[in-house]
């Protein structure tokens, strides 16, 4: 009944009425327009509604949806939960190298813009902000979307955004059903109603609900819904290639033990200084150890760090001498959010040849300058000023010459807000005091090209 509610609506309104309505009424305050509804009755009051503050959402999370103001959202939630325009052209790069790398050279083909004939199919389609990207990587992409709602709004949505190469489907995912999205798929427009031919897809996606029917946040892969295990054989016998979109807080060893040996990678995806995403990828070609790849920032070419699991078992930090080789240390690393999360913390100090504080403690220290540009790009890197020793006499010394600072505990029985009040320091962004083995007090380096050291 929704659905063709809102088919109706698309056929009888007028689009570049309700694209001005959006962008004179985006600052009104929306319970009032919902009661004046009766005011403009050539206007779906509630879509609009929902499409002001769909694209305030939007405005800095994908701004290219939110630069074009005829688009249509008529859920809140799928803007709420939408990739952001960074994590969905890292997995669109994902994507483009799985299919370069083991896929092109055997298949021959050749597509536009030199990637060949790659096929995504993307079953959990949502707003379309993941397919939008595929669509830039690839040369055909199936979005497929069980809520009607979602799927008609996307067919519009990726017409005004100019995605010629997305077929949209409206089927729900459940074992045995496959086969009927994939193959004989009708396009869910006005334009199309013509069956698409069957589709054979290199690369499937998956970005599962995680919460449950109380809206409660789940974690294991079982729970999700789609539940992924119980369709990833029949998934795999379709495609290679099965990129699952999983919760930050996901257990890395649980993801791949739950997937299997056909685990081949886990991407930690993090964007604006937050781990937004992992990304789990299954390769039915594949039988081994399951890589880990830390993202530091999806917008960058900076910052990943690749290692397998067995990698950092066998690794040995380096740890200080003793108390005067850390005081006299000139620099401290704190790793990104999805280098802590991937738990390679023996293996960041042998690789770039750091101390690590502590077994415990995940701050590096170092005294080279030359590494803190190469150590920027997978976390912050800071100037030590001081350093006290951690307790009531250093507290009280470090408080009376930093009266503003940031400060973090680390590995202390007390947290960031206990050792702040402690120290009596305002929030500022030239000093950061760390709190752990000892009281270190840092000022926050910056790149100034080669070979140039900068403090902010």
């Not at 327009?33 to 206007?43: H, N, P």
């Not at 103001?69 to 994507?95: H, N, V």
């Amino acid at each position: 009944m929704l659905y063709f509610r809102l088919l109706h609506i698309f056929a009888s309104m007028d689009t570049e009425r309700f694209k001005n309505f959006i962008l004179e009424h985006e600052n009104d305050d929306m319970s009032r327009l919902l009661l004046s509804k009766g005011k403009w009755e050539d206007i779906d009051m509630d879509l609009a509604v929902n499409t002001i503050i769909s694209r305030k959402k939007l405005k800095g999370k994908v701004p290219e949806w939110y630069a074009e103001p005829g688009l249509i959202f008529p859920a809140r939630l799928s803007a709420e939960q939408c990739s952001s325009q960074a994590t969905a052209e890292y997995k669109a790069g994902l994507a483009r190298r799985l299919y370069r790398e083991t896929l092109q050279g055997s298949t021959g083909n050749t597509g536009k813009a030199g990637i060949g004939g790659l096929r995504i199919a993307d079953l959990t389609g949502g707003l379309g902000v993941d397919s939008l990207a595929f669509s830039k990587a690839a040369e055909h992409v199936l979005y497929n979307e069980m809520n009607p709602l979602l799927a008609d709004a996307a067919a519009h949505n990726f017409r005004l955004l100019g995605a010629d190469n997305i077929t949209v489907s409206c089927k729900a995912l459940e074992p045995g059903s496959l086969g009927e999205i994939l193959n004989g798929s009708y396009a869910v427009s006005r334009e199309k109603k013509e069956p698409c031919t069957d589709f054979c897809p290199d690369i499937i996606y998956l970005d599962p609900a995680r919460r449950d029917d109380a809206g409660r946040k789940v974690f294991l892969l079982e729970d999700c819904r789609p539940d992924v295990l119980r369709l990833e054989d029949e998934l795999l016998a379709a495609s290679r290639f099965l990129i699952v979109k999983l919760s930050p807080m996901a257990d890395l060893t649980m993801v791949s033990s739950r997937l299997g040996s056909v685990c081949r990678e886990i991407h930690i995806v993090s964007s604006g200084g937050e781990c937004k995403e992992l990304l789990a990828v299954a390769d039915r070609e594949y039988r081994g150890e399951c890589s880990i790849v830390s993202v530091n920032d999806a917008g960058t070419e900076e910052g990943c760090f690749r290692f397998m699991m067995p990698e950092e078992k066998a690794a040995e930090a380096i740890f200080p001498a003793g108390e005067d080789e850390a005081a006299n240390a000139a620099y401290l690393f704190e790793p990104g959010k999805s280098l802590l999360k991937s738990g390679a913390y023996n293996l960041i100090s042998a690789v770039f040849g750091i101390m690590k504080l502590s077994r415990n403690t995940h701050l590096y220290l170092f005294n080279d300058p030359a590494m803190v540009q190469t150590l920027e790009g997978f976390g912050k890197t800071f100037r030590v000023l001081d350093v006290f020793p951690m307790n009531g006499q250093g507290i009280r010394l470090a408080a009376s010459r930093y009266h503003e600072a940031e400060v973090t505990a680390r590995n202390i029985r007390m947290t960031s807000d206990q050792l702040r009040k402690k120290l009596g320091a305002k929030p500022s962004d030239r000093y950061h005091i760390f709190g752990a083995e000892y009281l270190i007090v840092t000022e926050r380096c910056s790149r100034s090209g080669p070979g140039g050291i900068n403090t902010i």
